[in-house]
């Protein structure tokens, strides 16, 4: 039996009037009916939208991030006025949206942008990829990326090494209808020169000393899928004249001879070098230097999306304990300060790498705290990239000592005290006490109440009924 392809209708608490079931002889349909929009499921292959007003629900703009090529159709009524241009166009930069009536006519499969099944980049694949999008900066790389994968077009990533060319790559091919396809990563400046023709182009048997069998090449492998070629300023320049027939006929020529090869490919390129001053130098052709900047994509470097590294660092905290084999850890809140502070000259590499020292370094304790990234100094220097301190009032200065970003966190007020000769409630001094502890610990662990559980020696069990003996427990826990 035939699957049907599968289609998701947000209806924003509207009647459906029982359109689904009329369409049920084309899609598979499944219905959400709240009044706010959930995300579509991933597997689906067109996303309906009740248009109820002129302008998307704000949930929607939220979801983009994670919707990427999914085709949306923008359900009107029969009756509806029409939408002015900038409603339309506020709707249209949502993705890839069509606009029709809801009516018995189901919609037609062929709204898809492209043919094959299109996926979705999650939330959690995003971050996995070491995407965030919480700056401007990468929101501009994001939108460009996700225009990019809907298409074919060449794409060529600029930006200092270690800001995450190869991740936004497999982020368009991810992205992409042909996401199922293979992605081929080639690092150019990896490979010899006298044998990166024959990698990337392939040969025939005897075309050469030792080549005993035909070798299709790189491109080959990536027919139907994308291949990254990195480094791509290292090119010699003979390289760079097959590589420009590749992107002008779309087809490979094998070394050795014989007929050419036909391939359908995505390219992207990147660069951690600025091209233009190689072309101007004559060492990266010119025309090949066009055909490589159809949709030019600039990584941000780490320094310049600072809000991001909290979110990066938990993440990288998480996944290398994982690889590691060792029980999560938490970072404590004064180390979010001290990262966001420094240069990052290796950018979200060099983040990534420290996380991952920090970890190993730290043995069994489950707190990682600035003491344990002090060795960043070393190549950082002793002073981070801070904004300058506004001086006080009448121009001078602030006498206020100055703060090393690798001096030890003063630790908290101890709880000794003297008995005060009115005495005290000895059960109120408790629970401040332990209200204290346990918020301090909740800080530690970014809420998690298992870790932080752990800290104080508790059980999950035991912690959540002290939470709610001691008025710490909001209505959203409970409900958990």
């Known amino acids: 039996m035939t699957q049907l392809p599968r289609?998701?209708?947000?209806?924003?608490?509207?009647?459906t009037g029982g359109l689904e079931h009329r369409w049920a002889a084309l899609w598979d349909v499944t219905v959400d009916r709240g009044a706010s929009p959930a995300l579509a499921p991933r597997d689906v292959d067109l996303w309906v939208i009740s248009a109820k007003g002129a302008w998307p629900p704000p949930e929607l703009n939220r979801m983009m991030a994670e919707v990427a090529a999914l085709p949306i159709l923008l359900g009107l009524k029969a009756d509806a006025e029409p939408m002015d241009p900038k409603a339309l166009s506020e709707w249209g930069s949502l993705g890839s949206v069509r606009w029709g009536v809801l009516g018995p006519e189901p919609p037609m499969p062929g709204l898809r942008p492209?043919?094959?099944?299109?996926t979705q980049l999650s939330a959690s694949q995003a971050l996995a990829f070491g995407l965030v999008g919480a700056s401007v900066a990468m929101q501009d790389v994001l939108a460009r990326a996700r225009a990019a994968a809907a298409t074919r077009a060449t794409v060529l990533l600029l930006g200092e090494s270690g800001t995450g060319k190869?991740?936004?790559?497999?982020?368009?091919h991810r992205m992409s209808a042909d996401s199922g396809e293979a992605f081929v990563a080639v690092h150019c400046g990896a490979i010899p020169e006298n044998l990166l023709e024959s990698e990337l182009f392939g040969y025939n048997k005897g075309a050469f000393t030792d080549a005993r069998k035909d070798t299709p090449g790189k491109f080959r492998e990536a027919h139907g899928g994308t291949i990254f070629l990195d480094e791509v300023g290292t090119m010699p320049l003979g390289a760079q004249v097959r590589l420009l027939r590749v992107l002008q006929e779309r087809e490979v020529q094998p070394l050795g001879g014989g007929a050419p090869v036909k391939v359908d490919v995505r390219v992207v390129t990147a660069s951690n070098v600025d091209l233009w001053a190689k072309v101007q130098d004559g060492s990266f052709r010119e025309d090949l230097f066009y055909r490589l900047e159809v949709v030019p994509i600039t990584m941000p470097p780490l320094r310049a999306r600072r809000e991001e590294i909290p979110f990066l660092a938990q993440h990288f905290l998480n996944r290398k304990a994982r690889e590691h084999g060792l029980y999560p850890k938490a970072l404590h809140p004064?180390?979010?300060?001290?990262?966001?502070?420094?240069?990052?000259?290796?950018?979200v590499r060099q983040l990534e790498n420290a996380i991952e020292r920090a970890i190993v370094l730290s043995g069994t304790r489950p707190v990682l705290t600035r003491e344990d990234f002090a060795f960043l100094?070393?190549?950082m220097g002793d002073h981070p990239v801070a904004e300058p301190t506004a001086p006080a009032a009448g121009g001078q200065a602030p006498a206020s000592s100055p703060s090393y970003p690798f001096a030890?966190?003063?630790?908290?007020?101890?709880?000794?005290?003297?008995?005060?000769?009115?005495?005290?409630?000895?059960n109120q001094v408790v629970s401040d006490m332990e209200k204290t502890l346990m918020l301090q610990s909740l800080a530690i662990t970014r809420g998690n109440k298992k870790r932080a559980a752990d800290l104080l020696g508790l059980k999950r069990t035991t912690f959540l009924e002290k939470m709610k003996r001691l008025d710490l427990e909001d209505a959203e826990a409970e409900a958990e």
């Open 408 to 426: 030890p966190v003063p630790p908290a007020a101890a709880f000794g005290m003297d008995l005060p000769a009115e005495g005290l409630d000895l």
């Open 166 to 172: 190869e991740v936004i790559a497999r982020a368009i």
């Open 377 to 379: 100094a070393e190549r």
């Open 334 to 347: 004064s180390v979010d300060p001290l990262l966001m502070s420094l240069p990052w000259p290796g950018n």
């Open 114 to 118: 492209r043919s094959g099944t299109t």
């Open 7 to 15: 289609l998701h209708w947000s209806t924003l608490g509207d009647d």
